[in-house]
Nanobody, 129 residues
Framework: QVQLVESGGGLVQAGDSLRLSCAASGRTLSTYAMGWFRQAPGKEREFVAAINWSGGNTVYVESGKGRFTISRENAENTVYLQMLSRKPEDTAVYYC??????????????????????WGQGTQVTVSS
């Protein structure tokens, strides 16, 4: 079973940048798509960004296009989420997840949280206005 540990969260001001990291252990994730999701207080968990197993396909939530960049460093078994120009509505707990099946690249699978099988504990990101 893979363990995912997120880091990099904290309190930032609107407009600031932040980079989240997700370190995996227990299984090599180089053949698995990875995703970031978030859950704000009182709201359902929503998709934020995902990257396919090879890094050749990335997808983002509409509000994150142009501001968020997901990347992966397979040699370090780590996935990153760079977030620029943070907004107060970005405040949430951010979760990293690993896909259930290897070699997935289609957009639907990347965006759907039901297709992810392993989840981290989450890291809190708070954006003050």
């Amino acid at each position: 079973q893979v363990q995912l540990v997120e880091s990099g969260g904290g309190l930032v001001q609107a407009g600031d940048s932040l980079r989240l990291s997700c370190a995996a252990s227990g299984r090599t994730l180089s053949t698995y798509a990875m995703g970031w999701f978030r859950q704000a207080p009182g709201k359902e968990r929503e998709f934020v960004a995902a990257i396919n197993w090879s890094g050749g396909n990335t997808v983002y939530v509409e509000s994150g296009k142009g501001r968020f960049t997901i990347s992966r460093e397979n040699a370090e078994n780590t996935v990153y989420l760079q977030m620029l120009s943070r907004k107060p509505e970005d405040t949430a707990v951010y979760y990293c997840a690993a896909h259930r099946r290897p070699y997935v690249s289609d957009d639907w699978s990347l965006r759907s949280d039901s297709t992810y099988g392993d989840w981290g504990q989450g890291t809190q990101v708070t954006v003050s206005s």
